[in-house]
């Protein structure tokens, strides 16, 4: 059982950066993998970025490789999206999001339909 809010989200240059935070509430954040999706307007909402209960496996969107990183920091029961390199087919609504599962794997990672459990949203927005 956890609920989330992320914060962060703001317009920003192409070329720059920006960290994104999901903060969790409850006593059981490292029970559960978490993912950061997006959606821009008038699209689905995809996968972007994934992790492990115990942050030790991470897996990404081809779209982001290496210019995000997703991690967490159980102790604050926060997980982060640092994006560099912004470009603007960035800008989207990004949500965080929790899925139970008894270990880590890519495949059930990257599927929206896995997670029980979303944030708001928050707005990026990467001008050229």
């Known amino acids: 059982q956890v609920q989330l809010v992320e914060s962060g989200g703001r317009l920003v240059q192409a070329g720059g950066s920006l960290r994104l935070s999901c903060a969790a509430s409850?006593?059981?954040?490292?029970?559960?993998?978490m993912g950061w999706f997006r959606q821009a307007p008038g699209k689905e909402r995809v996968f972007v970025a994934a992790?492990?209960?115990?942050?030790?496996?991470?897996f990404y969107a081809d779209s982001v490789k290496d210019r995000f990183t997703i991690s967490r920091d159980n102790a604050k029961n926060t997980v982060y999206l640092q994006m560099n390199t912004l470009k603007p087919e960035d800008t989207a609504v990004y949500y965080c999001?929790?899925?139970?599962?008894?270990?880590?794997?890519?495949?059930?990672?990257?599927?929206?339909?896995?997670?029980?459990?979303w944030g708001q949203g928050t707005q990026v927005t990467v001008s050229s």
């Open positions: 999001a929790a899925r139970s599962s008894p270990y880590y794997s890519d495949y059930a990672a990257a599927k929206k339909d896995n997670y029980s459990y």
């Open positions: 409850g006593r059981t954040f490292s029970s559960y993998a």
């Open positions: 992790i492990g209960r115990s942050g030790g496996n991470t």
